[in-house]
């Protein structure tokens, strides 16, 4: 994973709040869009064909979350999402809290599972919310090719909380086997990994930044991506 320090116009005063400001640039990609591949070692044979992307995965990894890069073919149609937060759906918590913002059906007994984090929790929720929107234009997780995600600290925290956001990724994206396909256990919190929330081979490039301030009181996550329309989604919609 690459990981590179960026400063904005407000880095003094972050500073001065003992705070960090750090953003990490991750690259991950998919091969799950019809017709697609894959190649290993970040070596590519000329230019992917019309219609197709081709991810270029670290070699030696049976399961990697990050990757070199997607390419992506000519005349491939893509979705773009809006910046998607949380859903405000834990309404026994106050309005603009951090906590108003987890899915009550991550809760057990009305708290968060051992280790689960406040940043794991949201980002179960901003996920489910890009795979609705998502459904709604006929595509799915495993059409995802780039994601961004933008992380805040939780309070109190001096930086973003970026294992907790990279335990619920992998509830929903690159937590299958390459070699044989199957799912991959991946841990919640700090339970022992278990079957993932949705099994899903895609891995998108992808970058997170840590910033000041998310534009809704209470969220720590917000997520847009980028979704690849496979040739027959493109002919379902009339695009030619």
């Known amino acids: 994973m690459s990981e590179m320090t960026r400063t904005s116009r407000t880095s003094r005063t972050t500073r001065a709040?003992?705070?960090?400001?750090?953003a990490v640039v991750v690259v991950v990609t998919a091969a799950v869009v019809a017709p697609a591949a894959a190649v290993a070692g970040g070596t590519m044979l000329g230019e992917p064909r019309p219609g197709t992307t081709v991810s270029v995965l670290p070699a030696g990894q049976d399961n990697p979350s990050i990757a070199e890069g997607v390419a992506i073919g000519k005349d491939t149609a893509?979705?773009?999402?809006?910046?998607l937060g949380p859903g405000a759906l834990n309404t026994a918590a106050p309005a603009g809290t951090e906590q108003r913002y987890v899915d009550p059906v991550?809760?057990?007994?009305?708290?968060?599972?051992?280790?689960?984090?406040i940043t794991e929790a949201q980002g179960l929720n901003?996920?489910?919310?890009?795979?609705?929107?998502?459904?709604?234009?006929?595509?799915?997780?495993?059409?995802?090719?780039?994601?961004?995600?933008?992380?805040?600290?939780?309070?109190?925290?001096e930086k973003m909380d970026f294992a907790g956001w990279n335990r619920a990724y992998r509830q929903f994206f690159a937590n299958t086997s390459l070699s044989n396909g199957q799912p991959v256990p991946v841990p919640l919190g700090t339970a022992l990994p278990a079957p993932p929330?949705?099994?899903?081979?895609?891995?998108?490039?992808?970058?997170?930044?840590e910033i000041e301030n998310l534009p809704v009181n209470g969220w720590l996550v917000e997520v847009e991506v980028d979704a690849a329309f496979p040739e027959k989604k493109k002919k379902k919609w009339g695009w030619h």
């Open 197 to 209: 929330m949705v099994a899903n081979p895609a891995r998108p490039s992808r970058f997170a930044l």
């Open 106 to 117: 991550d809760l057990v007994g009305g708290a968060l599972p051992p280790g689960v984090t």
């Open 126 to 157: 901003v996920l489910r919310r890009i795979g609705e929107n998502l459904a709604r234009v006929g595509l799915s997780y495993d059409d995802v090719i780039t994601m961004r995600v933008f992380l805040q600290n939780p309070a109190g925290e």
């Open 17 to 22: 709040r003992h705070r960090t400001r750090t």
């Open 78 to 83: 893509i979705y773009k999402t809006s910046g």
